[in-house]
């Protein structure tokens, strides 16, 4: 008797122990267990651009084969670090990032690294050093744009920019870029600079107000964003002065395009979301599988004119 209940009790220890084995503690059964794990964390999902780059990211997780969690920011940095912690407690495998500040998102980079979990920043650049940058140099973007309005302009008039939202890296370094170039044609006034933190309705209504303000004085608008470049196109087109106005932007978006195509907007820069959101995701499972990776990857941007625009056009 004694040993019938032993063998009883063997057996139960035995039936817990290989369930356990194949089990992990979280629950999840081995192939779900074996997927890689990437949180990301996007500067405003109501941006066209970054709409671009999360599909992107969605379309080559799917090939990788791999879980892709997306959360919208929603433009708050705040928000952006909470969201990173929330990966952090999840114990993801690699984080992506698309900063909304480069002082106020570096915490969300410093925590991440401190957890040991792998952060990418993509498009856009923060302090603190991540782990792996995928994106392109904005400073560039800011130098076609500018040297575009300069050669239109023969290097002589008054120019007005419209800057992203204000401490983001795409804002500064496009500022710097456009300066550069103004510092090389004397004569390429900058009348007027404000922030329309990249948004179409805000760039319309600082358009209108900077018409009142400087009517025909205004020779070009340089905008750090299409969405931005579009808001100026359209309340100059509502004023009737478009055709003495030049406007030039960054992003290469669908409307910007067509723009360009219909003659609207004289010139966009072509910023490539889709090689951007992709190869971060490519960047990031490299790592979470501890292989050799790339610390940085520049993707160049291009000037988009009516001259070249078949080449962009789907």
Not at 17 to 29: E, L, Y
Not at 151 to 156: I, P, Y
Not at 230 to 252: T, Y
């Amino acid at each position: 008797m004694k040993n019938k209940t032993f063998r009883l009790i063997l057996a139960s220890v035995m039936a817990l122990v290989i369930a356990g084995c194949g089990q992990s503690p979280t629950g999840r059964d081995d192939p779900e267990e074996k997927k890689i794990v990437v949180g990301v964390s996007l500067l405003n999902l109501s941006s066209e651009f970054i709409v671009m780059l999360s599909q992107a990211m969605k379309e080559e997780a799917k090939e990788q084969g791999i879980k892709l969690i997306v959360n919208d920011a929603q433009r708050s940095a705040e928000k952006q670090v909470q969201q990173v912690e929330n990966f952090i407690l999840q114990q993801v495998d690699a984080i992506i990032l698309n900063p909304c500040e480069v002082e106020a998102s570096s915490p969300a980079v410093d925590k991440a690294l401190a957890a040991g979990i792998p952060i990418i920043n993509v498009n856009s650049e923060t302090r603190s050093t991540p782990t792996a940058f995928v994106g392109s140099r904005d400073e560039e973007s800011g130098r076609i744009a500018m040297q575009f309005i300069a050669d239109q302009l023969g290097g002589k008039g008054n120019v007005m920019m419209m800057h992203g939202y204000m401490g983001q890296a795409a804002q500064i370094k496009r500022e710097q870029g456009g300066q550069e170039i103004l510092e090389k044609h004397p004569d390429l006034k900058l009348l007027a600079s404000q922030t329309a933190e990249w948004d179409r309705a805000k760039a319309i209504t600082l358009m209108e107000n900077w018409i009142q303000s400087y009517g025909d004085k205004m020779a070009a608008v340089f905008a750090h964003n299409d969405e931005m470049g579009m808001g100026a196109v359209i309340a100059l087109e509502q004023a009737k002065m478009k055709d003495k106005v030049i406007v030039a932007s960054v992003d290469a978006i669908a409307d910007a395009l067509q723009a360009v195509k219909d003659g609207r907007l004289d010139a966009t820069v072509f910023q490539d979301a889709i090689g951007q959101g992709s190869t971060a995701v490519e960047v990031a499972v490299k790592i979470a599988k501890r292989q050799d990776h790339e610390k940085e990857v520049f993707i160049p941007f291009k000037l988009v004119t009516k001259e070249n625009i078949t080449e962009f056009l789907k």
